[in-house]
């Protein structure tokens, strides 16, 4: 049963709502576009080119160069990424392809980057022939490692759910207590 000063109540809430209940949902926002982004470019991308993959056709390539890359970033640490360029031929027609991995960025997660980069270092020096992928749709697309790295994807997925949750649970709470009229109580309050 509401009470007849209930409704004057919600109204003296509403007013009471502070500006900084905006710049706290400019907080969150980051968080959430943070973790969608994350989900986005290194779990579902790789997942969705992952899975297209499974029906391109092997092909052998000559490796013209490989290089094994290693950054160190200011904060400490090491990162590795692959540069290749390769050479094949798809029914009389010869393509060079430079993707190494479905994961294209500089990482530090496990030995993936730097075995791959002396395999392919390896093979450019003895003239042997690498297996690459190549959609038999678009010959020109093509990549020489097409394993899902679960380390890195299992990093992924949790630092976007952590991002994600975090600032969309804020902005739920934001978004209820305006609609609700009332201030509201973030965790750990």
Avoid: C
């Amino acid at each position: 049963m509401t009470s007849p000063a209930s409704p004057r109540r919600a109204a003296q809430r509403r007013e009471k709502l502070p500006g900084g209940i905006w710049v706290l949902a400019l907080f969150a926002v980051p968080f959430a576009a943070a973790g969608i982004g994350i989900f986005w470019f290194m779990v579902a991308s790789p997942l969705v080119d992952w899975a297209r993959m499974q029906t391109w056709n092997q092909v052998p390539a000559v490796v013209e160069s490989a290089t094994l890359q290693s950054h160190h970033p200011s904060k400490g640490g090491t990162t590795h990424s692959v540069s290749v360029r390769y050479r094949y031929v798809v029914e009389g027609v010869t393509y060079t392809g430079q993707r190494a991995a479905i994961h294209e960025r500089a990482d530090n997660i496990g030995s993936f980057q730097e075995e791959l980069g002396r395999r392919l270092q390896g093979l450019q020096r003895t003239g042997k022939a690498v297996p690459v992928w190549v959609n038999p749709r678009n010959p020109a697309e093509s990549i020489v490692d097409r394993r899902l790295r679960p380390g890195l994807i299992t990093l992924a997925l949790v630092l976007s759910s952590v991002s994600a949750w975090f600032g969309l649970a804020v902005l739920a709470k934001i978004a209820r207590a305006v609609w609700n009229g009332g201030m509201p109580v973030l965790p750990g309050s």
